[in-house]
């Protein structure tokens, strides 16, 4: 069997949109599905068709109204192919400044006709240059325009590609510059730089040891601020072809996931219960903590999640640390307060990840949320029993959404025998802000950093079993 080397990228990315905004796969699993199957292609078609992708989810909303002003029929009444194509096509005009614009107009038509659209090449093309005309246009009038002047600009929502609802929803709790901030720094392309976290396992080998190991490959490893263990990678491959990762020095994990593990700070011999776990960064987290003490008991609800737990165990190489299915929501009366530390890292909105996975500000809506919240509070009753008297709970989410977040808390507290924790012996107030020690943070998506929420409860009486 021969490998096909001449595929078209912008193919393989119609077929990745088509797959997430027609159809509702999940951005993140179908193009890292395509970047595996089309493995052999060049660093910069690999490039080109991640940012192409992450670009127009990220931007859907306003390559519609682009697409829009200058077509006779509206983005949502085309042909999914043809309103795709069109997206793909606005993207490449608007922020891929390295690509020519006939380059984007002519290669939509090609498609067109190759999905069987030839009937529909004549209309792509003229929505194409409609698109480079009015580009065009308004770069010349920004280039003209006095200094009391101004471009009209897009509405508010749609130039971050933000549902107008969801807008409104968290201006309840935001105001128009906190929000400002919040949907610059989800757009992909504004992120900074790049790159990966990882956190070193330093029970496994020292910061030194892996940070030589990482140099002697051509990687760019810098320290994160107020992250302990944690360096920020650039200049590699694949993470999985490091040689500390292959050895299990390193894990790959957001920098705002491991402040949960660093904020539960497990003690020797503790045993440790993370509840929602796959695939299992933050219970590798205390594993690593522990030193080959103690016991960390990781579990999520399927066994196809358990599996990722148990290859990230067997590559560490933890004793001390074993993966289980186990319904969060359902109580286990074998554990009730035998917990030292118990991680709640619950399903969320994932509204502080958007920048990660642009589709979810499109898949959530107000119910979905208040469903969430629910299911938080269900899962919440029930693993609190597991907390032993003067154990720590530690509940975290990925979302900047209060109502999932220190209202959760506030609920929690109100209700069962915890109270918040100062956090100051394990995040300091100068990274994370003054809240630190009122025993919570509410991290926002800024200068590449993603949205997350830690609060640390201390259990100080007996429970019931929720």
Known sequence: MTTDYSVNVRAVALDVLTEVLENGAFSHLVLR??????????????????????????????????????????????????RTLLRMTAYQIWYMDHVPDHAACSEAVKLAGKRGFAQLKG??????????????????????????????ALPFAVRYSIPAWLDAYLADYYDETARETIYRSCLKEEEHGGGVTVRCNVSKASEHEILKSLVSQGVEAEKIPGIQHAFHLKGYDTPDRLEAFIRGEIQVQDGSSILAGQAAAPKPGDFCIDVCA???????????QLRGTGMVESCDLTPQKVMLIEENIRRCGFSNMRAMVADASVYRPDIAQKADVVMADLPCSGLGVMGRKPDIKYQM??????????????????????????????????????????????????????????????????????????????????????????????????????
């Open 33 to 82: 599905q395509a970047l595996s199957k089309y493995g052999y292609l060049e660093k910069s078609q690999r490039a080109f068709l991640t940012r192409l992708v992450q670009g127009c989810i990220a931007r859907k909303l306003e390559m519609d109204y682009r697409i829009d002003s200058v077509s006779s029929v509206k983005a949502e009444k085309m042909k999914p192919v043809i």
């Open 123 to 152: 209309f792509v093309n003229g929505v194409s240059r409609g698109l480079c005309r009015e580009k065009q246009r308004e770069r010349a009038m920004a280039e003209t325009a006095s200094p009391k002047e101004s471009m009209p």
């Open 278 to 288: 796959a695939p299992g960064g933050k219970s590798l987290h205390m594993a690593d």
């Open 365 to 466: 809506s107000r119910e979905k949320m208040e469903s969430l919240v629910a299911l938080q509070r269900k899962i919440l009753s029930v693993v609190q029993a597991y907390v032993k008297p003067g154990g720590v709970l530690i509940y975290s989410t990925c979302t900047i959404n209060p109502a999932e977040n220190l209202e959760n808390v506030q609920w929690l507290t109100s209700r069962y025998p915890f109270c918040l924790e100062s956090l100051e012996p394990y995040l300091s107030r100068k990274d994370f802000g003054e809240t630190v020690e009122d025993g919570y943070i509410q991290l926002l998506p800024e200068n590449g950093r993603t949205g997350f929420f830690i609060a640390r409860l201390t259990k100080f009486s007996e429970a019931g079993t929720g």
